[in-house]
């Protein structure tokens, strides 16, 4: 199946510190997204994407659709404390009936 | 508030149980999805339904079973729960077409001993 490499796989960062984070895939993807997971919660859709070049905000967070349709990031700005959890990229290609598939996560402390 | 409910948070089995996964949403969406996600592996779909009585096959099937006998509810089945299947289970569903639409329970943490 499609593979989607996401990193890093863990971040410490101080509280107002900046984020970046990014997935890559093997394929092309026609859609990009991005979940947040909180602890002992499931994940949340914070941002879709679905053009290559896009770039779209939410508040502090700001997700890009690279050009290549490989790629994706994910930037926050500003981190506070309820940031915590686990970030998870998604894509979905014209395949496979357009399922998604998820990265491996990137899991964020943030220090105050 | 739509929701995705699954029936436990916690479960702990013995090696060989049958054991029974519970989701079910009141959204009225088509499309129901099990994934299994694990530490470094992220989310790996188990099976998905387009519809009631349909099932198809995602990437980790081996080991699990599933049941959608009505539209609101989705059932996954361990047959003989091992060791390697103690994980983290999260249920989502979807309507049709809904691409970014994915609502997801809060997840099962299944320990089998």
């Known amino acids: 199946g499609q593979q989607l490499n996401q990193s890093p796989q863990s971040m410490f960062i101080q509280e107002g510190e900046d984020v970046s984070m990014n997935c890559t895939s093997s394929?092309?993807?026609?859609?990009w997204l991005w979940y947040k997971q909180d602890p002992g919660e499931g994940p949340v859709l914070l941002i879709a994407?679905?053009?290559?070049?896009e770039l779209t905000s939410n508040g502090r967070l700001t997700a890009q659709f690279g050009i290549t349709r490989k790629d994706s990031f994910l930037n926050i700005s500003a981190s506070i404390p309820s940031d915590v959890g686990i970030y998870f990229c998604?894509?979905?290609?014209?395949?496979?009936?357009?399922?998604?598939?998820f990265g491996s996560g990137t899991q964020l402390t943030v220090l105050p | 508030d739509v929701k995705v409910t699954q029936s436990s948070r916690y479960l702990v089995k013995r090696t060989g149980e049958k054991v029974f996964l519970e989701c079910v949403q009141d959204?009225?969406?088509?499309?129901m999805f099990w994934y299994r996600q694990d530490p470094g592996l992220g989310l790996r779909l188990i099976y998905f339904?387009?519809?009631?009585?349909?099932?198809e096959k995602g990437d980790i099937p081996e080991g699990y079973s599933v049941s959608r006998e009505k539209k609101e509810r989705f059932s996954l089945i361990l047959e003989s729960a091992s060791t390697n299947q103690t994980s983290m289970y999260l249920c989502?569903?979807?309507?049709?077409?809904?691409?970014?639409?994915?609502?997801f329970g809060s997840g099962t943490r299944l320990t089998v001993v």
């Open positions: 989502a569903s979807r309507r049709t077409g809904a691409l970014y639409g994915y609502t």
């Open positions: 394929s092309i993807f026609n859609t």
């Open positions: 994407l679905y053009k290559a070049g």
């Open positions: 998604a894509g979905s290609g014209s395949g496979s009936a357009r399922q998604l598939t």
């Open positions: 959204m009225d969406h088509e499309n």
């Open positions: 339904s387009y519809d009631v009585k349909m099932k």
